[in-house]
């Protein structure tokens, strides 16, 4: 069965430093999707992304975020200066035509910021 | 924005009990998901259940969406159900045609099942 995978599985990284987050949504999906979950906390979305742009963001999505889709099968998001609260658990999902589908989601990129 | 509200918080099972957990939501939804997060973090896909009764294995759930709530049965419950449900909705687009392409979670039940 296609699945949503996402690279690196864990991230450390230093308190100012950029990292890209990577995402291989199901191959013929059309819309996908950031979210982040502080631990201990809920899931809450950041970002969606159909036909090579944004179509939403949440407050939480500042300028230090970006998302790309660099070819035909990649999905990243990229923190520009990592701040110790942005150490998360990052989500990326995708569905196959509209946002009213089922999202799927990958297994989660954990980010630690120190 | 739409409210998500979980219940109970907190739930202790012993192995082969049975449970229900609650979503109750605010606004109507094209779009209601429950999800199994994992002792490591990561969320697992059980229902997508805007409307209706679903079943998987142990696992059912029902969604009464014009009395916007939702519940999920775990049946003959295993230690390896443990871990947090949550539940996500995405509000429906409003007379405009605007709409939320989010899922908005709940704040999620933590489930322990002890042998």
């Known amino acids: 069965e296609p699945e949503v995978t996402q690279t690196p599985s864990h991230q450390v990284t230093q308190m100012g430093q950029e990292v890209i987050l990577r995402c291989v949504p199901i191959s013929n999906h059309l819309y996908f999707y950031w979210y982040r979950q502080i631990l201990g906390q809920k899931v809450e979305f950041l970002v969606s992304f159909y036909n090579n742009e944004i179509s939403e963001k949440s407050e939480i999505f500042d300028d230090q975020f970006s998302v790309e889709r660099p070819d035909g099968s990649n999905f990243t998001l990229k923190i520009r200066s990592t701040k110790l609260e942005d150490s998360a658990m990052y989500f990326c999902?995708?569905?196959?035509?509209?946002?009213?589908?089922?999202?799927?989601f990958g297994p989660g990129t954990r980010l630690t910021v120190l | 924005g739409i409210q998500v509200e979980q219940s109970p918080p907190d739930l202790i099972l012993q192995e082969g009990a049975n449970s229900t957990l609650r979503c109750n939501f605010s606004?109507?939804?094209?779009?209601l998901q429950w999800f199994h997060q994992n002792p490591w973090g990561q969320l697992i896909n059980l229902f997508y259940?805007?409307?209706g009764t679903k079943q998987n294995g142990r696992l059912s759930a029902t969604t009464v969406a014009t009395e916007r709530y939702s519940l999920l049965y775990i049946s003959s419950s295993q230690t390896t159900d443990s871990g947090v449900y949550f539940c996500?909705?995405?509000?429906?687009?409003?007379?405009?045609?605007?709409?939320?392409?989010?899922?908005?979670f709940g704040k999620g039940t933590k489930l322990s099942v002890i042998p």
């Open positions: 606004d109507s939804v094209n779009n």
């Open positions: 999902a995708s569905t196959r035509f509209s946002s009213y589908n089922e999202q799927f």
């Open positions: 259940i805007p409307s």
């Open positions: 996500a909705v995405l509000p429906s687009r409003g007379y405009s045609g605007a709409g939320s392409y989010q899922l908005t």
